[in-house]
């Protein structure tokens, strides 16, 4: 009957792990863990392989369905298993490799198979296949005693083949069969099902026909035992036997048995209640894997670390020590009760208002119980059995019993509240049987402020020493000393919990863990001694231990050897957040908003074997390599990323990987957690070695693995490199003299032709100079100067005179230069007109325009250029008409471009052409003809072009009106450019 209390009160904290995981499949038919510590996984999708965080699909092109089944493995660790198709399928190198297709042999059954050291056998209807692992030579194995066509169940025990023909037992020696145990006298024939379990010392067979039978075959003897009521109706679907036990595997959870000296099945535990659950499996760190048919994976790593049912819709907030059976608690909803520390068993009872209860203390001198909600408090008087109301001691945080008073900490203040009635006698064998009752009378004490401020903790370890641990310091009081701050390393001590038996134990808030006598701290723990954190939550003592939470797990501090010992959530923890933690017997209690969890003291840590850490992936230079052990690297191809893993439930909770890159580093050095691969962006020339180990938080680290990089100099690093330099210089220094010597000859071949341009423009610029005083003008300024004197008109005379003689100087000083100002040439310009506006006797009208951004001052343009344009304008154009003569000469700029329109309303090309072919003395313009080789040679000595264009103007009625000649002349500002 304790039992099934027992069973009904507790549940192992267990896992499940689903799509939201990576789960691929709900349906799972079978489990395996191979050498490595890899999860394969046979359900209905197919086969994956799981290594605690990741699910790795397995497939082949000729496999026939999705659902895989009877994952088996050989001595040599590798994997197998089977489909419904009759395909065996074996794991090599990281992929399914197709071994047999037994299509042929089985009518629809999934047949059953073994692997040994050389053969694959497989129980079909044609008998037992033998299947050599080399040859693939076939041999099919019968029994012909009797007719049945059905073999199942093969299996080795004791170095013995075993199988089942029909309802016959048989084993096969030496090409023998020898039948063992008919199970005719309790079958008939038609749908049965027997499955065999190995135990340490003999063989237990589950026989299913309409009624469950169990047999035990042991010392050639067979051994009826009754079948459990619980298991007579259930469907079971696999046998797992461990410590002692068997675990049987239904369609409504997992039922743990013993079987005792009465050949009876004793019931120890029942887990996964309501599951319909196919396989158990114990992998390497001690965890219980359980696959479902409909409901995923569960996992339960610790058998020994249960969760109440009986306070599962229950938040404890605080606990208390009540005896070496029982434990009292409040919750966050106003309910004081407690729990049988052995059965499991609860009660519980309402307090007046639902607030939180904050604080339970024992006070084992008046034999009461000091009651703490966050509006409201009470005292629980053990020996009437009855409640008080006491207002002054709502709010706790912490409660410090001393002989005379309590030391009452809350949210702003801590108070010493002195006894006023005089305490009990102390009781003996005081137990909880009965809820209390209520009572009205208030309960008194006698208050008095010890400093006013946010309170955390307080503890004693003595009758009038204590310790008090406020918002920003640690105190310590004794009435035969003032009270002092408790400084660490100079600076204050936030305590948020504190715990007192020889020593006085300080949980901190990021100091970890301070042990102290009196006013001094006398021992400090941190990570560097074996925290797994410095953030401490709640701490307890007993006699040997001190328990500690952290936001990284529980731990377990031995006082004796100074050792820590963890539970983590690999372990079976489901949260590290903790209300409150209380030892009493060999039970650990913790609470949390998950629920209240035992902890059995003497079974729940586990010896973790050292796990073992593999290379995953290698890339360089960001492609995928296949995993060697040494690699050859270019200089600039040094660039890897190494990835490595180890295999477990939850691995990220207990493992931490250390590496070191040797010569480089030669200390190990920690990932960050969770990261499982390093990056080295370029490696410098050399030989490394790469080392990394993994370790686990409560054990030792890993045996390293390493990988051996090889950087390679460059070429220009190697001797013969240095020999070819030394003739590319040789053979450089020879071709450089060469050029030199050619560059030479060439300069001074462009120096020859550039001086042969310049004579040539040189005079070309004294051509036009000859034909800007061509005899045709100077003659007819002389007649106009001769006309002005015979007139006597000697003013005008002289003026014209003059103007003629300063166009000649000017034209003199523009020719000893290659380039002028644009200003001067439009001044030569106007000068010339002038004359040629007198001589027209004013029946010339000219323009010269220029825009405004245009600097006349600092453009340079070639001597002498525009006024053969203009002479040719007013020669060839307005010369032939008689009055109207209109010439316009316009500059402007775009960007580094200077634009000179000459324009006249002559009779234009053709028709000038006409007149001067009528003329006798018929002969070629020299202006012209000078003027355009002219541009020839200075677009010989300049990057950017001279362009000259003639536009003949036509009217309305496409008569000759004029000429238009746009002149563009690149420039650069302040200096001629000649480049």
């Known amino acids: ?45 197919g086969l994956y392989r799981y290594d605690g965080k990741e699910f790795l699909h397995f497939n082949h092109p000729k496999k026939r369905g999705l659902s895989v089944f009877g994952l088996t493995l050989d001595s040599e660790g590798k994997l197998w298993c089977n489909n419904i198709s009759g395909q065996i399928f074996f794991i090599k190198d990281e992929k399914m490799e197709l071994f047999y297709d037994f299509q042929k042999n089985i009518s629809g059954k999934l047949p059953e198979f073994i692997v040994n050291n050389k053969d694959l056998l497989i129980a079909t209807e044609e008998g037992l296949i033998e299947i050599d692992l080399k040859t693939k030579k076939k041999r099919i194995i019968k029994d012909f005693s009797i007719e049945s066509s059905m073999y199942h169940a093969p299996f080795y025990y004791k170095n013995k083949l075993y199988l089942l023909h029909g309802l016959n037992l048989l084993t096969y020696n030496n090409n023998t069969f020898k039948k063992i145990r008919s199970f005719n006298s309790i079958l008939s024939k038609g749908n049965y099902k027997i499955s065999p379990l190995q135990l340490n010392n003999g063989i237990l067979f589950s026989i299913y026909s309409n009624k469950q039978f169990f047999e035990l075959y042991l010392d050639d003897k067979w051994i009826k035992i009754a079948t459990p009521k619980e298991l007579q109706q259930l ?24 079987i005792n000296f009465n050949q009876e099945f004793l019931l120890k535990n029942k887990l996964l209640e309501d599951e319909n659950c196919t396989t158990i499996l114990e992998d390497k760190n001690h965890n219980f894997w359980f696959s479902t048919l409909d409901n995923g994976i569960f996992v339960i790593p610790n058998l020994s670390i249960v969760k109440t049912n009986s306070l599962k819709n229950e938040i404890i907030s605080d606990f208390e020590y009540f005896d070496t059976n029982t434990l009292l608690f409040g919750t966050i909803d106003g309910k004081v009760g407690w729990i049988n520390t052995k059965t499991l068993q609860t009660k519980i009872f309402p307090l007046q208002t639902k607030s939180k209860v904050t604080k339970i203390a024992l006070d084992t001198v008046r034999d009461q119980i000091y009651i703490s909600q966050e509006n409201y408090g009470y005292v629980w008087n053990i020996k009437k059995n009855e409640i008080y109301n006491s207002p002054q001691l709502s709010l706790a945080k912490t409660i410090v019993i001393t002989p005379d008073a309590l030391i009452f900490g809350t949210y702003n203040k801590c108070l010493k509240l002195k006894f006023i009635d005089q305490p009990y006698p102390l009781l003996q064998n005081t137990s909880l049987n009965n809820i209390p009752n209520f009572n009205s009378k208030p309960y008194l004490f006698q208050p008095t402020i010890i400093r006013n401020k946010r309170t955390y903790t307080a503890t004693s370890n003595n009758d009038r020493a204590y310790w008090v641990g406020y918002v920003d310091e640690l105190y310590f009081y004794d009435n035969s000393q003032p009270y002092k701050p408790i400084k660490y390393n100079n600076k204050s001590v936030f305590a948020i919990d504190m715990v007192s038996d020889k020593t006085t134990w300080i949980a901190t808030f990021e100091n970890g863990l301070l042990s102290v006598n009196k006013n001094k701290i006398t021992k400090s723990y941190s990570t560097n001694e074996g925290l797994l954190s410095n953030e401490l939550g709640k701490i307890q003592t007993d006699s040997s231990f001190l328990w500690i939470t952290t936001n990284k797990g529980l731990q377990r501090f031995n006082k004796t050897t100074q050792k820590f010992d963890n539970i983590l959530k690999s372990d079976g923890l489901e949260t590290y957040d903790y209300y409150d933690i209380q030892p009493i017997g060999n039970y650990l209690f913790l609470s949390s908003r998950s629920g209240v969890y035992r902890i059995d003291k003497r079974k729940s840590f586990k010896n973790n074997p050292t796990p073992t850490i593999f290379f995953t992936n290698i890339e360089t230079n960001g492609i995928n390599q296949k995993i060697n052990n040494v690699y050859d690297l270019d200089f600039n191809n040094s660039s890897i990323k190494i990835a490595f893993n180890v295999t477990g439930f939850q691995k990220e909770s207990f493992i931490d990987y250390e590496y070191r890159l040797l010569p480089q580093n030669k200390n190990w050095q920690k990932t960050d957690n969770g990261i499982n691969f390093l990056r080295y962006n370029s490696l410098s020339v050399g030989q490394y070695i790469f080392e990394v180990r993994a370790k686990h938080k409560n054990g030792l680290p890993s045996k390293k693995k390493s990988i051996i990089f090889v950087v390679h100099a460059p070429f220009w690093q190697k001797w013969w490199f240095y020999t070819i330099i030394v003739i590319v210089i040789l053979a450089s220094s020879l071709m450089y003299q060469n050029y030199k010597n050619q560059k030479k000859a060439k300069e001074q071949q462009l120096t020859l032709e550039k001086t042969k341009i310049e004579r040539e423009l040189l005079f070309s610029q004294l051509e036009n100079l000859r034909s800007q005083m061509n005899p045709h003008f100077i003659f007819n300024a002389l007649n106009s100067i001769q006309e002005y004197i015979m007139t006597n008109e000697k003013d005008m005379a002289s003026t014209y005179l003059v103007k003629f003689s300063r166009l000649i100087r000017m034209y003199l000083d523009h020719s000893r230069t290659q380039e002028v100002i644009l200003e001067n040439e439009i001044n030569a310009l106007q000068l010339y007109l002038d004359l040629e506006k007198d001589r027209f006797e004013d029946s010339l009208d000219y323009t010269i ?107 309305k009625e496409n008569q000759a009106c004029g000429t238009k000649v746009i002149i563009e002349i690149p420039i650069k500002k302040n200096e001629s450019d000649n480049n």
């Open 235 to 258: 469907q079971i679907n696999h046998f797992f036997y461990y410590n002692n036990e068997i675990w049987i595997a239904t369609s409504k959870g997992v039922f743990v048995y013993q």
């Open 1 to 45: 009957m304790f039992v099934g209390i027992l069973l009904q009160a507790q549940t192992p904290t267990r896992f499940q792990i689903t799509e939201k995981d990576g789960l691929p499949d709900y349906e799972i038919y079978d489990l395996i863990e191979d050498k490595e510590g890899f999860i394969w996984i046979a359900a209905n999708k």
């Open 849 to 955: 325009i220029f825009s405004n951004e245009l600097i006349k001052q600092s453009i340079y343009i070639p001597s002498l250029f525009i006024q053969p344009y203009v002479e040719n304008a007013i020669k060839h154009g307005l010369l032939h008409k008689i009055s109207n003569r209109k010439l316009e000469i316009k500059f402007y700029l775009l960007k580094t471009i200077l634009f000179c329109e000459v324009f006249d309303n002559g009779v234009g090309r053709i028709e000038g052409q006409k007149i001067k072919n009528a003329r006798p003395e018929n002969h070629q313009s020299f202006a012209t003809s000078a003027n355009e080789k002219r541009v020839d040679l200075l677009n010989k000595t300049r990057k950017n072009k001279i362009k000259v264009t003639i536009h003949d103007l036509y009217n």
